[in-house]
């Protein structure tokens, strides 16, 4: 992905949901929310957290794939709390640094809500591997159209994924469908790969991010990533 690819990124966001987050930020635990919290370095976990230690091999990302700071975000793509990062903070980072070269965004996976939080990721692998530069269209539009944790059948939440598809210009719904029926063994593998991997770092929750040495575990404001971005850029 080039620098100039980046644009196509800042997209706004579409849907603010009113009444959260106000003083806080929240994480999802798969039963319900709780406070997030912020620290340099987590405790209890095999290494140290540190984002040179995060496997980046593969992944999706947005942004310069040389920029001097790199996050790793973990998320499953039926967690509100993911939605309100991606619609309301991440604009701003895009904004302020992907936009400009100094932050790359690495997505990695926690598909830990139910069934469809796992074929709802094996669509995201399969688009990034057709489509890397409509990757982060689908991903905002997944999250602007997110139904309720665990509301669908299987069968409804293949339409809802053919809808949200389908909704995102220069994306072929029947090469993703083929796309993920040749590489679902691979993409499960890769899926449970990153949640396993979130462990060694203490995290149990979405969204929660590597900027550093530091994890940040929930949506908090934008002003919270800002100050971790800004301590890792090269003075």
Known sequence: MQNNDVNKFLVPAAVVLAGLFIGGAVVWNGSHP???????????????????????????????????????????????????????????????????????????????????????AEYARAIWALYPSEFAAWRTAIYTQEPEE?????????????????????ISLSAVKANVATNQAAYDAAINADKTEAGTFGISATPSFVIGTQVIAGAYPYATFQTAIEAQLPK
């Open 150 to 170: 665990n509301s669908l059948s299987a069968a409804d939440n293949l339409t809802f994924l053919a809808t949200v598809t389908n909704s995102v210009s220069g």
């Open 34 to 120: 709780a406070t997030g919290t912020t620290g340099t370095t987590q405790t209890g976990t095999t290494q140290a957290v540190n984002i040179d230690n995060v496997n980046t091999t593969g992944e999706p990302y947005i942004g310069n794939p040389n920029a001097p700071v790199t996050i790793a975000e973990w998320s499953d793509y039926q967690c509100p709390f993911c939605k309100e990062f991606e619609l309301t903070t991440l604009p701003q980072i895009l904004q302020a640094y992907v936009a400009s070269g100094k932050v790359k965004i690495v997505y990695k996976d926690f598909a830990f809500l139910g069934p469809d939080s796992m074929v709802d």
